[in-house]
């Protein structure tokens, strides 16, 4: 999955408008357009199309957290340079300060079985044994189970 097909997601799950999605970029301490914003979320084959980058997305799931949770006390977190699916299941998770059995809930709406233990290992160190890679599968199957829990079944 790209950061602009998660971006569109996570918009249309929470129905977030243009100027609720600059706000949040601004709370994870980046200033973006309207323009921008249109831009990222047009689709692929679109002329106009831009790619966001992943240091880009990454202020916007930090100012999501911010938006959703608060700011926390102290030093603001920088933005990853890089992200991979795991860092973005980890902010999401974070921001919608969901618990691995709201995680187990989810995944169990869109018909899959995870344990604690698997999803435990989703938020592990790369450098620790029991590590394991978060898919776009998986990823894909969360964020439409986040549709279904926030927005209702949409069939």
């Known amino acids: ?13 929470f129905d ?13 301490g980046l200033e973006v357009t309207r323009a921008e914003i249109s831009d990222w979320l047009k689709k692929d084959d679109d002329p106009a ?3 966001i980058r992943d240091k880009e997305f990454a202020t916007f799931l930090n100012g999501f957290i911010i938006s959703k949770r608060g700011r926390k006390e102290g030093e603001q977190p920088l933005p990853e340079k890089s992200l991979n699916n795991n860092i973005i299941l980890r902010k999401l998770k974070i921001a919608l300060n969901l618990m691995d059995d709201d ?7 869109v018909d899959l079985r995870i344990s604690k233990h698997e999803i435990s290992a989703f938020f592990r160190k790369p450098t620790q044994d029991k590590y394991r890679v978060c898919h776009d599968q998986f990823l894909r199957n969360f964020l439409y189970g986040l549709q279904l829990k926030y927005k209702g079944d949409l069939k």
Do not use: H, V
């Open 103 to 109: 995680l187990i809930e989810i995944m169990k709406s």
């Open 16 to 28: 977030l408008s243009d100027s609720t999605m600059m706000e949040t970029f601004g709370l994870g």
């Open 49 to 51: 199309f831009q790619e």
């Open 1 to 13: 999955m790209t950061n602009n097909d998660i971006l569109r997601r996570i918009r249309f799950t």
